[in-house]
């Protein structure tokens, strides 16, 4: 059983599109969050989720809009794709006992996004 | 501004030579300090969180320490199952919760 799963694993578009990724979490988790890896391996948080509400949202352009239908969703939506945006997305899951940013987080495999 | 770096780069040991990967930090706030890996092509997978300096914890071949300003993950005895590229991340608080991540170490153990 996948506890993390992202799709599509590769995603290959050109510039100005508009594409989603999709993450689900079947491990009963009430935060999930958004990463970004560029090609130098720098994991960088985007955006975290709590129950459904946005609790962080570091300093990423508007083109990019999680969207979460319920707890175990978060997907990410990227407009007008522009060739910076080229990176590996990951998504995680955490616990929410105590404070879930001091929790050890559960991470998808990755999703490799390539804007020509 | 806050930093974590991680050194070396890159590291290749025989297996079973022993050897240590450091993360220093120069943040504000720390609120813990993370260790995970990371296998070509896989997410990163939890290894320790340390709260406070002093701290260790251990698991199989790997021992984690934390200090006010670095942290250190001791490999005793690696094996080439021991590959795979080692991130640290220090949670940080000021206005509010900054996770961040160091550049990690690739770490080769040949048999």
């Known amino acids: 059983d996948t506890a993390v799963s992202q799709t599509p694993k590769y995603l290959v578009t050109q510039m100005g599109n508009d594409k989603s990724i999709k993450c689900e979490q079947n491990?009963?988790?009430?935060?999930m969050y958004w990463y970004k890896q560029d090609s130098k391996k720098f994991l960088k948080i985007m955006f975290s989720?709590?129950?459904?509400?946005?609790?962080i949202n570091e300093t990423v352009p508007n083109r990019f809009s999680p969207k979460s239908p319920d707890k175990a969703h978060l997907n990410l939506h990227i407009n007008s794709l522009e060739l910076g945006d080229s990176a590996v997305y990951f998504c995680a899951s955490s616990q929410d006992e105590g404070l879930a940013v001091y929790n050890e987080q559960f991470f998808g495999p990755g999703t490799r996004l390539t804007v020509l | 501004e806050d930093q974590v770096t991680q050194s070396p780069e890159a590291l290749r040991l025989q297996e079973g030579e022993s050897s240590s990967l450091n993360c220093s930090y120069t943040?504000?706030?720390?609120?813990?300090l993370f260790w995970y890996r990371q296998d070509p092509g896989k997410g990163p997978e939890f290894l320790f969180t340390l709260y406070s300096a002093g701290e260790e914890k251990e698991k199989e071949r790997l021992k984690a320490t934390l200090t006010k300003k670095e942290s250190f993950l001791h490999i005793t005895a690696p094996k080439p199952e021991d590959s795979a590229t080692y991130l640290c991340a220090v949670l940080v608080m000021d206005s509010s919760y900054k996770l961040i991540f160091g550049s990690g170490t690739r770490l080769l153990v040949r048999p």
């Open positions: 989720y709590n129950n459904k509400e946005l609790i």
């Open positions: 943040v504000s706030g720390l609120r813990g």
């Open positions: 491990l009963g988790h009430d935060t």
